[in-house]
């Protein structure tokens, strides 16, 4: 079988090293240069519940508590019960994680995560060393053929695709921004998150939601877009740069103007608190003091920060900030995107031959609001698993299991730019055309202002009639071949919309989708415990 692997990160380096093992013909397609997604800049590093009083049952009680109720503990047990042998592998593919004086892999603490389960590389250079470690081995594979410096544009189809008429059979190819067309048995998107939608963000340039912008456009299942997670410590000077949950893990406080540590007035588990109760809280006191929060690492002392954590000390000293004498001036922005290509727990998506891996699925683990550390966790256990579900299920989505799942889930007309649930007419834009003039930069702002961190219904019918009118300008318009940088604000329009009517479709609070003016939707019971199935 030929399969496509859209995405040089863990997730599609993991597809595509494993399908290549089970003897398929693999094309690894990437825009960049390889590792130039999320991946490589990941710190904190990988969990996985291997550890003497530890468990996987353990591990995925956590991930759902911390996903407020709303992940698929099918799903989750995949993650959790797929941990360690997703870890063995990475360390038989040449991972180096940090071992204690005995030789076992050391454990970190991260928030949430009930005990330390988080494996790490270099100190706080995991995702670099994964990449490094899955890179040459994709290198020693001849047969997999490597096309960087190429984007995907959009996915191909054996009919046309239209929501009033039939669905796709199935997805057959993708297209090339640079007009070519490649055919397959399989595609696999794996192209990452979508952090370039907001003004402040941890992500890499190349985080334009392509993959889940062209599943939309082709009528796939897309879910959850309105979970957003945003990380409450990033550099708040220059550009965005994470300084990991590892290091409140380790002991670093937040401070706000006065000095005083607040977060305990929030939550029982202070800066240890689930991230969007930190993000929120860290936001709301800079906005009461008008100063920013600042993260203080000064007690663990010059020798440990840059031992333990040398990418974050030598990007702080580089910008000449000597964090073990003060603290660090923090902001929120934009981390991780829980939302994306509904599949299930192999990675297949609702078009037959389509599937999606890494942070551009919604696979159901995440739920509401990830775990730390468990998206690495999420690439290497579900990029297998979707090449090991190729042979079987590529030519055929009979038996997708929707209905089972808790998840609310909108049709979305891509072309139209309507979410039917949320507009059950599909009626078409009506939206006035005054505003701003769409630019990058503006597009950013906007969703930063009205589809951040806080929402309100009034900032959400604001940012969905400004992006209207940005559609409804460029509407029977189409990036040139060649314009990498005109897909992806297509792209970038197109989520954006997307993720504004996912927003306002939940009008009460879950997770990380806060509304201000809604009060919380109720919890869902506690799921059975997975152990005990
Ligand atoms: C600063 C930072 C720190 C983090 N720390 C951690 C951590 O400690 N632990 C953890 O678990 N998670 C962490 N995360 C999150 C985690 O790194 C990502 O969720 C994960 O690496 C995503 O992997 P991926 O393979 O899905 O996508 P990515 O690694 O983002 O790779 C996406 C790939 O898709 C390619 N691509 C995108 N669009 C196209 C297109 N149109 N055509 C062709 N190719 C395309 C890109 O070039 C890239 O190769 C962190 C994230 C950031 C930004």
């Given at each position: ?7 040089s990160?863990i ?9 290549d ?6 094309v690894?397609?990437?825009k ?36 407020a109720?709303?992940?698929d503990?099918?799903a989750?047990e ?8 997703a ?6 593919l ?11 892999i050391?454990?970190?603490l ?5 005990l330390p ?9 995991t ?12 290198r020693a594979?001849?047969?997999i053929?490597?096309?960087t410096?190429e984007?995907?544009?959009?996915l ?14 199935r ?5 090339l921004v ?14 990452g998150g979508?952090?370039?939608l907001f ?16 599943a ?7 879910a959850d877009?309105?979970f957003?997670?945003?990380h409450p410590?990033?550099?708040?000077e220059?550009?965005p740069f ?8 380790a002991g670093?406080?937040?401070?706000d103007?006065d000095?005083?540590?607040f ?9 240890l608190?689930p991230r969007?109760?930190?993000a ?8 009461e003091?008008?100063?920013?929060v600042?993260l203080?690492?000064?007690a663990l ?6 031992q333990?954590f040398p990418t974050?000390?030598?990007?702080l000293?580089r910008r000449?900030?000597d ?8 902001t ?6 829980m ?5 299930d ?16 699925a919604?696979s ?6 990830r775990l730390?550390?468990?998206?690495l966790?999420?690439?290497a256990?579900f ?11 590529a030519w055929?989505?009979g ?5 089972a799942w ?7 007309d891509?072309s ?8 059950p007419?599909g ?10 003039a ?13 589809a ?6 009034t900032?959400?019918?604001?940012a969905a009639?400004v ?10 318009t189409?990036?040139?071949?060649g314009d990498?940088?005109?897909q ?5 329009l197109?989520l954006a919309?997307a ?9 009460r609070?879950?997770?990380?989708h806060?509304?201000?003016?809604g009060?919380?939707?109720a919890?869902r019971?506690?799921?059975?415990p997975i152990?005990?199935r």
């Amino acid at each position: 079988m030929r399969a496509i692997v859209v995405g040089s990160g863990i997730a599609g380096l993991t597809a595509a090293l494993r399908a290549d093992e089970l003897g398929h013909e693999v094309v690894l397609v990437a825009k960049g240069a390889l590792g130039d997604g999320c991946t490589a800049a990941a710190q904190g590093g990988i969990a996985g519940a291997y550890g003497p009083g530890d468990s996987a049952e353990l591990h995925a009680s956590d991930t759902l508590r911390a996903g407020a109720g709303h992940g698929d503990p099918g799903a989750v047990e995949a993650l959790t019960a797929g941990a360690a042998a997703a870890i063995d592998r990475l360390v038989a593919l040449g991972t180096r994680f940090d071992r204690d004086a005995a030789g076992r892999i050391q454990r970190g603490l991260e928030a949430a995560h009930t005990l330390p389960r988080i494996a790490h590389a270099g100190g706080d250079a995991t995702g670099a060393e994964i990449s490094r470690a899955l890179i040459a081995e994709l290198r020693a594979r001849p047969r997999i053929e490597v096309r960087t410096g190429e984007m995907l544009a959009d996915l191909q189809v054996d009919d046309a695709c239209s929501l009033d008429g039939p669905l796709p059979a199935r997805v057959s190819g993708i297209s090339l921004v640079s007009g070519e067309t490649l055919e397959a048995d399989a595609v696999v998107l794996a192209t990452g998150g979508a952090g370039r939608l907001f003004a402040r963000t941890t992500n890499p340039a190349g985080a334009t939601g392509d993959g889940i912008a062209a599943a939309l456009r082709v009528g796939a299942r897309i879910a959850d877009l309105e979970f957003v997670q945003f990380h409450p410590t990033v550099l708040a000077e220059g550009e965005p740069f994470l300084l990991t949950e590892a290091l409140r893990g380790a002991g670093a406080v937040l401070i706000d103007a006065d000095g005083r540590r607040f977060l305990a007035d929030t939550h029982p588990d202070a800066e240890l608190a689930p991230r969007d109760v930190v993000a929120r809280a860290v936001a709301a006191r800079a906005a009461e003091t008008g100063a920013p929060v600042r993260l203080d690492a000064t007690a663990l002392g010059a020798e440990a920060l840059a031992q333990r954590f040398p990418t974050v000390d030598r990007e702080l000293r580089r910008r000449g900030i000597d964090w073990a004498r003060e603290a660090v001036p923090v902001t929120p922005a934009e981390h991780y995107l829980m939302g994306g290509i509904e599949t299930d727990s192999t990675g297949r998506s609702s078009l037959a031959g389509l599937f999606a891996v890494g942070e551009t699925a919604r696979s159901g683990v995440h739920g509401a609001n990830r775990l730390a550390s468990n998206s690495l966790l999420e690439g290497a256990v579900f990029g297998a698993r979707a090449a090991e579900a190729l042979a079987s299920t590529a030519w055929s989505n009979g038996g997708w299991p929707v209905d089972a799942w808790p998840a609310e889930t909108w049709a979305f007309d891509g072309s139209s730019g309507a979410y039917l649930e949320a507009d059950p007419a599909g009626a078409p834009i009506t939206a006035p055309l005054s505003g701003p003039a769409f630019s990058r930069t503006a597009l950013q702002q906007l969703m930063w202002e009205h589809a951040g961190l806080l929402r309100s219904e009034t900032g959400l019918t604001e940012a969905a009639r400004v992006l209207d009118g940005w559609a409804a300008d460029a509407a029977g318009t189409a990036p040139e071949p060649g314009d990498a940088r005109a897909q992806e604000d297509a792209n970038l329009l197109l989520l954006a919309r997307a993720t504004v009517a996912a927003a306002r479709a939940r009008t009460r609070s879950l997770g990380a989708h806060h509304r201000l003016d809604g009060g919380a939707e109720a919890l869902r019971p506690a799921p059975e415990p997975i152990g005990a199935r």
